[in-house]
């Protein structure tokens, strides 16, 4: 089946720092959505993005579908931003890799 | 506009007891999700409704996991008899009709009910 991988698999930033995240999959895919799991546990839409550059607030996502990889920018991080960023692809069914988490100290 | 709701959010019972889990999605999604998210990973589709019909239950641990969507609303998720390593996080999500031939539509999750089997 298709893999999905994200890295990196944790990350510590200061409060105000700007960081990259990625999403790497083996084939192709119908769509893909960026989530963040909030420490409480709360799955939250960030982006859906088959293809393309979004942008949001601070955050930011380009997907590159031709070469199978998603990017999730983080600018000017803050506390709140502390959790588990997802990606998940579909393929059939929606498929998510293992998670990026993000700890940000003030 | 009122988001995915499920109950309860926590749950704590003892092997061998049956739990159930009730979900109720965002009005006018006619597809619904459910998701296991075991500890450190991300979640795993279980079984997926369109409107009241199960598409797609072939993760569905059918021996003792079963699932209703009678009137393609709210659902219910049971376990009867739940093992130990049931203890997970099962999360419901709902996508609003899908149109044309995307296969997908951005999916909408809820709060989580934690389970524990002690």
């Known amino acids: 089946g298709i893999q999905v991988e994200q890295s990196p698999p944790d990350l510590i930033l200061q409060e105000g720092a700007n960081s990259t995240l990625r999403c790497n999959f083996s084939?192709?895919?119908?769509?893909l959505q960026w989530f963040h799991q909030n420490p409480w546990g709360q799955l939250i839409n960030l982006f859906y993005?088959?293809?393309g550059t979004k942008q949001n607030g601070r955050l930011s996502a380009t997907t590159v579908a031709t070469e199978r990889y998603s990017l999730l920018y983080i600018s000017s991080s803050q506390t709140t931003d502390s959790g588990v960023y997802f990606c998940?692809?579909?393929?059939?069914?929606?498929?998510f890799g293992q998670g990026t988490e993000l700890s940000v100290k003030p | 506009e009122a988001g995915v709701v499920q109950s309860p959010r926590y749950k704590i019972i003892e092997k061998k007891q049956p739990v159930a889990f009730w979900c109720n999605p965002i009005?006018?999604?006619?597809?619904l999700y459910w998701y296991r998210q075991n500890l450190g990973q991300g979640p795993e589709l279980l079984i997926r409704?369109?409107?009241?019909?199960?598409?797609?239950d072939s993760q569905l641990p059918k021996d003792r996991f079963s699932a209703e969507r009678l009137k393609g609303v709210d659902s219910t998720l049971k376990i009867q008899p739940a093992e130990l390593g049931d203890s997970a996080v099962y999360l419901c999500?709902?996508?609003?009709?899908?149109?044309?031939?995307?296969?997908?539509?951005?999916?909408?999750f809820g709060p989580g009910t934690r389970l524990t089997v002690t």
């Open positions: 999500a709902s996508s609003p009709p899908i149109e044309g031939r995307a296969q997908f539509f951005e999916q909408y």
């Open positions: 084939d192709s895919v119908n769509n």
């Open positions: 993005i088959p293809s």
């Open positions: 998940a692809v579909a393929r059939g069914k929606l498929i």
């Open positions: 009005s006018g999604h006619n597809t």
């Open positions: 409704y369109e409107n009241e019909e199960a598409v797609d």
